[in-house]
């Protein structure tokens, strides 16, 4: 029994669908505070931050300097979440791309925090999984700012997987 990571992608791409449709119909909620006094302090400095971080491991996965922004200010949606499919396709045309072998081969990546052995698979999954974590914390300052976040969001609600 395993989680592929097309499910995983299937799932994440939801999510993204969700709360793009949501954030087009509720633009103020993309100030909500989140992080008061951080790196991130609003939501939308968090999805520009979803996006970017998936976009940099892309651009290490290639062996390409990694941006060290997306360009956006992460107060309208729509341009975000366009940049964000735009680096969803390229992520998922890399994974249909990348041969079996080389998916679990470890290569040397070089981030904020230090350099780090892992394979391009593992780095892939990690994406999903950052993202999905990311999108938990949104919801809760979107319920902290009175609002009531999009759908059901637990994987038992997907139809990515059965």
């Known amino acids: 029994m395993h989680l592929t990571l097309e499910e995983l992608t299937r799932y994440t791409n939801e999510e993204r669908d969700k709360w793009r449709a949501w ?3 509720h633009p103020d909620a993309m100030q909500l505070e989140l992080q008061p006094g951080g790196r991130l302090p609003s939501v939308g400095a968090m999805i ?12 290490r996965l290639h062996g390409a300097a990694p941006d060290d922004r997306t360009g956006l200010s992460g107060h309208n949606a729509p341009p975000l979440f366009d940049y964000g499919a735009s680096v969803r396709r390229e ?72």
Do not use: N
Request: net charge negative; with cysteine; aromatic share 12%.
């Open 91 to 162: 992520f998922e045309q890399f994974a249909a791309d990348l041969d079996p072998d080389a998916a679990d081969e470890m290569r040397t990546f070089t981030i904020q925090s230090g350099t780090f052995a892992l394979s391009p698979r593992k780095l892939l999954f990690h994406c999903l999984l950052h993202e999905t974590r990311h999108w938990a914390q949104i919801a809760l300052a979107v319920r902290r700012g009175g609002l009531e976040p999009p759908g059901q969001h637990d994987l038992y609600y997907s139809k990515a997987l059965r």
């Open 48 to 59: 520009d931050h979803i996006f970017l971080v998936e976009r940099r491991h892309l651009q």
């Open 23 to 25: 954030f087009t119909a």
